[in-house]
């Protein structure tokens, strides 16, 4: 944001402080103003230079990296799909982690600290097969599954290991019309 009325080159070479004083006093005036965007005023002692917002531009693409340096900035991401700007981070060798977005339904997920949470639940039959909201970009770390019960009846339940992958499972099991509905839990990044 440029300073308004600013005056570059004030005061000039030999020139008196005394005649140059008001563009001196406007460029202090702007530079002040636009400090003061996005940040704590001024005259807020306890505060001084605290931010009360930041606004990012969206980066087109990954910043180059800064050795010994994170970075925190903002993206169109691809999860979610549709496009929506969220905060990423990039380690000084490299490491980026997508730090926001969300999706909060019955079946949905969050990403937290660099990782992906997703939920739902479904329906059971022998085989059913499960899509998550969002497929995993890199890794699945854990998928858990717990069952809900109307009575005592036994439930078995597995997740067929051929057919896991980063965009969803097949649920096998033996189940009774008790068992409804499964929920299930995964973890990944």
């Given at each position: 944001?440029?300073?308004?009325?600013?005056?570059?080159?004030?005061?000039?070479?030999?020139q008196s402080l005394g005649s140059s004083k008001?563009?001196?006093?406007?460029?202090?005036?702007?530079?002040?103003q636009v400090f003061s965007?996005?940040?704590?005023?001024?005259?807020?002692?306890?505060?001084?230079?605290y931010h009360t917002v930041i606004h990012q531009v969206t980066q087109g693409s990954n910043p180059p990296n800064?050795?010994?340096?994170?970075?925190?900035?903002?993206?169109?991401?691809?999860i979610p799909?549709?496009?929506?700007?969220?905060?990423?981070?990039?380690t000084g060798n490299g490491g980026i982690s997508q730090l926001t977005g969300n999706r909060a339904l019955a079946n949905g997920y969050v990403w937290c600290a660099g990782l992906l949470f997703q939920w739902g639940n479904f329906n059971p039959n022998s085989s059913t097969t499960v899509t998550f909201p969002v497929a995993f970009?890199?890794?699945?770390f854990n998928i858990q599954l717990t069952g809900s019960a109307?009575?005592?009846s036994s439930f078995r339940a597995a997740i067929s290991t051929g057919s896991l992958s980063?965009?969803?499972?097949?649920?096998?099991?033996?189940?009774?019309?008790?068992?409804?509905?499964?929920?299930?839990?995964?973890?990944?990044?």
């Open positions: 944001m440029p300073i308004p009325n600013f005056t570059s080159g004030q005061p000039e070479d030999g008001v563009p001196i006093r406007n460029n202090l005036d702007g530079g002040f965007i996005d940040h704590q005023n001024q005259n807020a002692v306890s505060k001084q230079g800064i050795a010994g340096v994170n970075q925190i900035y903002s993206k169109v991401a691809t799909p549709g496009g929506d700007t969220q905060l990423f981070t990039k970009p890199t890794n699945i109307s009575n005592s980063t965009s969803g499972f097949t649920f096998q099991g033996s189940v009774d019309s008790h068992w409804t509905p499964i929920y299930w839990f995964a973890i990944g990044n």
